[in-house]
């Protein structure tokens, strides 16, 4: 007797891509998680290394170094408004063009950047809290400053991610940073 040659039948072959396509699903969404989680871990770093820049500065010249205002440009995209967050922008010592530059304060950043960051300082009145929702921040009566992080990480111009620190607090506090 021949053997008969065997082969797959369909409902095999459908079990199989129906798995091969669950296991694709579950690979993009992790990996996508994955760059969210880097982007959002680099404005918690490059905040904090404004933080230590700022009580340096404070240290060295007795007060926090006033960069924005408050209300200036992010850097470094210097146009008013925060980055699109899916393309990187180099970082610049230089911006705002306007004003005190950030090559005042010792914040080293070799590498582009996905948001755009902002630091005032002041002396005794509230520090700005950007809109910022869940911020205890009250009356201050000594020197302060705040860094500010803005990013739109999803590129839709509909909702923005945000962290804020400030000397008042220790904590780097965050709003929709997945957007």
């Known amino acids: 007797m021949r053997a008969r040659a065997r082969g797959f039948t369909l409902v095999e072959l459908a079990v199989v891509v129906v798995i091969v396509g669950v296991l694709s699903v ?3 969404v992790g990996y996508r998680k994955i760059i969210l989680s880097g ?3 680099e ?3 490059v905040i904090g290394a404004i933080r230590i820049a700022q009580e340096d500065f404070k240290s060295e010249k007795g007060g926090y170094q006033n960069i924005n205002n408050g209300t200036g440009n992010f850097c470094p995209q ?3 408004t925060y980055p699109n967050g899916k393309i990187k922008t180099q970082w610049s010592t230089t911006c705002p063009t306007s004003g005190t530059q950030w090559g005042t304060l010792a914040v080293h950043i070799a590498d582009p950047v996905y948001f755009g960051y902002k630091t005032s300082a002041g002396v005794g009145s509230t520090p700005g809290k950007y809109g910022f929702p869940g911020t205890p921040f009250g009356a201050v009566t000594g020197p302060w400053f705040t ?3 803005e990013a739109d990480l999803d590129g839709d111009g509909v909702n923005t991610s945000k962290f804020l620190t400030s ?3 220790n904590r780097v506090f ?6």
Request: net charge negative; charged share 15%; hydrophobic share 35%.
């Open 147 to 149: 860094a500010y992080a």
């Open 26 to 28: 579950v690979a993009v």
């Open 39 to 41: 982007k959002v871990s």
């Open 167 to 169: 000397n008042g607090t």
């Open 43 to 45: 404005a918690t770093n």
């Open 174 to 179: 965050s709003d929709m940073p997945g957007e």
């Open 78 to 80: 210097d146009s008013g």
